[in-house]
């Protein structure tokens, strides 16, 4: 969800640079569909029903997509930001992978997100409080973007990275030159004049 506020972010300050919105439709990805199956995937393992029934399968499930989608955010890495946002990626999959296939969370930001003192455990979440067995828990969801913000959610330090690197997407994007009709990206060469 942070995300989205870098996005939002990354859009007004392209627009005061000068940039236009119109020129983020000329972003060209490979592996796009791969990228958003696997977060579409991800959305839906974490809603009933699928959250209810994907039991101890869950975790290498979560693994497994986030995997999908860090290999076509590395196929991308010549997009402006996104050397930040497989960075981003890869750390928040390696805390992810290192603690059973969850993401550990600080229990002071969680209840004061939730309101919970612990997660619940009658469907698969992507969420497990950081303990004494946590696995670099400096790396999970320690930081929080409090209620009533909208989106208001745990965040780590990867998806901080995520979010400054989509913004820089953005910013750059917007302000690319534009492309001229019948260009060919080849310099004109002028003959040199003959001497007689």
């Known amino acids: 969800m942070l995300l989205l506020y870098a996005v939002a972010a990354g859009l007004l300050i392209g627009l005061l640079l000068g940039g236009r919105v119109g020129a983020l439709g000329a972003a060209r990805f490979r592996w796009w569909p791969v990228a958003l199956g696997g977060l579409v995937f991800q959305l839906f393992l974490f809603m009933p029903p699928l959250a209810d029934i994907v039991g101890a399968v869950g975790p290498a499930l979560y693994v497994g997509s ?93 998806d901080v990275l995520i979010g400054l690197g989509g913004a820089i997407f953005v910013v750059r994007c917007m302000r690319r030159p534009l492309a001229v009709p019948g260009a060919t990206g080849h310099r004109l060469s002028v003959p040199a004049a003959q001497h007689g």
Do not use: C, K, Y
Request: glycine share 10%; aromatic share 8%; hydrophobic share 55%.
């Open 66 to 158: 986030t995997a999908i989608v860090l290999l076509a955010l590395l196929l991308n890495l010549g997009q402006p930001g996104f050397r930040l946002i497989a960075l981003g990626a890869l750390l928040n999959f390696a805390v992810i992978s290192l603690n059973g296939g969850q993401m550990p969370a600080s229990p002071e930001a969680f209840a004061a997100l939730t309101g919970l003192a612990a997660v619940p455990v009658d469907h698969f979440t992507n969420s497990q409080l950081i303990g004494p067995g946590t696995v670099l828990p400096w790396l999970g969801d320690i930081f929080l973007l409090p209620r009533p913000l909208p989106l208001a959610n745990v965040f780590s330090v990867g």
